[in-house]
């Protein structure tokens, strides 16, 4: 096969079920390959349109990387940072189509057969996309679907200052314009298509300059989704956005930061320089804890959501309560929790996934106030599994992940169209999505201990109140 064949044949084809060689031991879980792309391919309106944008630079190909995944019923969306210039869409629902015509495909060559393409279709629309517009939506990382009311917690972090990493043999992307678009997040009504709600974060909240809105999870409160709790990269922050007083604030302590001992990373041929803080971020399924991680940083840390309800941005109360319970095997990017009390982790360093399973750490005290991560193990890994961004875990029983080759982006060479560079992959885990019940039952995560805890945020929100 020549080149161009090469890479039709390992790009174009969408759904690949790879069955992974098992290994020796029966029970290792078997991760498949759902999708995979050498270069992301966008649903233009037309081929007209998308030459237009490849002429004037604002669709630059090669710049374009998946990283963020959240499921709702069938349908798959992904995130594509505006990390670098000439990125079309941001936000995006994977489409399969029959494409007679492969001639305007990044790979394609004009006597392809058609092939069932796997594309990105611009969610909710192209008009979402535009940048400049503060209405739509400039740089999204994360979002959050809340499955019982099939709304998407849409985060976006404006179009503004990148990672702006200095070191030598890096692309350089000073050149993405700053400050162009305030924080906001906006929810979204998957069935009804429509927005529900948009809220602008203040610059009290955030800052200005430099900070990035990263990860998100949801903490609901009776059968509700009522607190975005949003992990800022950058800045080194916590930000809790309350929906139903449509309200915000912030905490930082030193364990958000970039840890200067983990900043240099080497996956594969690339070693990368890591000037990012507090990004993966999981909740409890009684929505009681949250759990997070830089992504320079091996140390895993928990806080009482209670307190970070109650304490309303005090960074003293915050530290006072924060625990660090254990250290990963190496820096992440994405975490999961499942509703069996199964954390799953990014391990950048493993060019994998490792899982702690909670309960199995309790202690003597089986309590979840003074768990420590003693035990962890390798999940799944393969030398393809280039930068594990984001973890989801469905209501079937699968973690589906991203692989999104971060590594490769921002090196020198950046991704190359002739070799596979992005998957989306699903394995089996047996448990389900953290928020699967929306008004948990108070089980065995809810010793006297956290009854308490819910009667003491009472009494702390009354006091404030
Ligand atoms: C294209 O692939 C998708 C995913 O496997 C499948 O659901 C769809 O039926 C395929 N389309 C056609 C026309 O074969
Ligand atoms: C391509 O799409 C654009 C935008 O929808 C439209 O204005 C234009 O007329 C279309 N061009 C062709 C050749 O279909
Ligand atoms: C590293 O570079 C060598 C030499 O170019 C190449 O053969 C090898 O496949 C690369 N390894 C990875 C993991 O990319
Ligand atoms: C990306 O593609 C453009 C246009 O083909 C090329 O000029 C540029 O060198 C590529 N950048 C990288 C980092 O590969």
Same mark, same amino acid.
């Given at each position: ?25 029966s ?19 037309n ?16 710049n ?14 992904v ?44 969610y909710p ?44 043999g ?41 900070f ?6 949801l ?17 080194f922050?916590?930000?809790?956005y ?17 840890d ?14 890591l000037?990012?803080?507090?990004n ?15 992504v =320079?940083?091996?140390? %895993?840390?928990?806080?009482? #959501?209670?307190?970070? *309800? ?7 109360? /915050? !530290? ?9 095997v ?10 069996a009390?199964n954390?799953?982790y990014?391990a ?72 596979p ?16 019940? =929306?008004?948990?039952t %108070?089980g065995?995560?809810? #010793?006297?201990?956290? *009854?308490?805890?819910?009667s003491l945020?009472?009494? /702390? !929100?009354?006091?404030?109140?």
């Amino acid at each position: 096969m020549n080149l161009i064949q090469y890479a039709v044949s390992v790009t174009m084809i969408s759904v690949i079920w790879v069955q992974m060689p098992s290994g020796a031991d029966s029970e290792s879980p078997v991760p498949l390959v759902v999708y995979q792309w050498n270069l992301l391919e966008f649903e233009w309106p037309n081929d007209t349109v998308k030459q237009a944008n490849k002429a004037s630079g604002e669709y630059i190909p090669n710049n374009s990387a998946i990283n963020g995944i959240k499921l709702y019923k069938d349908k798959v969306f992904v995130t594509v940072p505006r990390l670098f210039p000439g990125v079309p869409s941001t936000l995006n629902v994977l489409v399969n189509v029959i494409s007679p015509d492969m001639t305007s495909y990044n790979v394609a060559s004009s006597n392809m057969p058609s092939l069932n393409v796997t594309l990105l279709r611009p969610y909710p629309n192209w008009e979402m996309q535009t940048l400049w517009n503060c209405d739509a939506l400039q740089r999204v990382q994360s979002m959050e679907v809340d499955p019982h009311a099939g709304l998407m917690w849409i985060v976006d972090t404006g179009y503004r200052e990148n990672m702006g990493n200095p070191a030598p043999g890096y692309r350089d992307v000073t050149t993405v314009p700053k400050d162009a678009c305030p924080p906001k997040i906006i929810i979204f009504d998957i069935n009804k298509h429509s927005i529900v709600h948009k809220y602008t974060f203040p610059s009290s909240v955030t800052g200005v300059g430099r900070f990035y809105l990263n990860d998100i999870v949801l903490g609901f409160e009776n059968g509700a989704a009522r607190y975005a709790y949003i992990s800022d990269t950058l800045a080194f922050k916590i930000v809790v956005y309350d929906y139903k007083t449509d309200s915000s604030w912030a905490y930082s302590h030193p364990n958000m930061a970039a840890d200067p001992v983990y900043m240099k990373l080497t996956i594969g041929n690339d070693t990368t320089t890591l000037v990012t803080g507090i990004n993966g971020i999981a909740l409890s399924p009684d929505y009681q804890y949250l759990y997070y991680s830089s992504v =320079a940083g091996v140390g %895993l840390h928990q806080i009482k #959501t209670s307190v970070l *309800i109650s304490a309303r941005g005090d960074n003293v109360k /915050f !530290a006072a309560a924060v625990r660090t319970i254990g250290s990963k095997v190496s820096p992440g990017d994405g975490m999961a929790y499942g509703s069996a009390h199964n954390l799953y982790y990014s391990a950048l360093g493993k060019n994998g996934i490792y899982k702690w399973d909670v309960r199995k750490d309790l202690g003597s005290t089986g309590s979840f106030d003074s768990v420590e991560m003693k035990t962890q193990a390798k999940f799944v890994s393969d030398a393809r599994m280039e930068w594990v961004d984001t973890l989801v875990i469905d209501g079937a029983g699968f973690l589906w992940f991203s692989t999104s080759r971060l590594n490769k982006l921002f090196s020198e060479g950046g991704v190359q169209r002739y070799e596979p560079n992005f998957y989306i992959w699903k394995v089996y885990v047996g448990d389900t999505n953290y928020m699967t019940a =929306a008004n948990p039952t %108070l089980g065995a995560g809810s #010793t006297p201990a956290s *009854i308490l805890i819910i009667s003491l945020s009472a009494l /702390f !929100a009354a006091y404030l109140v």
